[in-house]
Nanobody, 123 residues
Framework: QVQLVESGGGLVQAGGSLRLSCVAS????????MGWYRQAPGKQRELVAG???????NYDDSVKGRFTVSRDNAKNTVYLQMNSLKPEDTAVYYC?????????????????WGQGTQVTVSS
């Protein structure tokens, strides 16, 4: 089993910064993509940022230029540096990771999620 634990959320004023961390533990073989989603009240969960094992990144347009995703493969950790925060960034942020294992029957992908961390940006 694999567990993802997020930290770093909290309350911050508009224009401020926060850094989220997500540490994975358990039966880890090798994570492919890792990243962050968020869900605001009454809205669907949406992708914030993703990063491949070799460091390729993608971002939602709403956070480009303000957020930076990074990872440390040796520590099985993914980060999200959030700058110039806006009230509309308020949401629960979830860490996610995908692992592919080669089985005799073929590749098997597993997706893992953290429990979420609240980010609240006041105006």
């Amino acid at each position: 089993q694999v567990q993802l634990v997020e930290s770093g959320g909290g309350l911050v004023q508009a224009g401020g910064s926060l850094r989220l961390s997500c540490v994975a533990s358990g039966s880890i073989v090798r994570f492919n993509a890792m990243g962050w989603y968020r869900q605001a009240p009454g809205k669907q969960r949406e992708l914030v940022a993703g990063i491949t094992r070799d460091g390729k990144t993608n971002y939602d347009d709403s956070v480009k230029g303000r957020f930076t995703v990074s990872r440390d493969n040796a520590k099985n950790t993914v980060y999200l540096q959030m700058n110039s925060l806006k009230p509309e960034d308020t949401a629960v942020y979830y860490c996610t990771a995908r692992q592919t294992v080669l089985r005799p029957t073929g590749p098997y992908e597993s997706d893992y999620w953290g429990q979420g961390t609240q980010v609240t940006v006041s105006s």
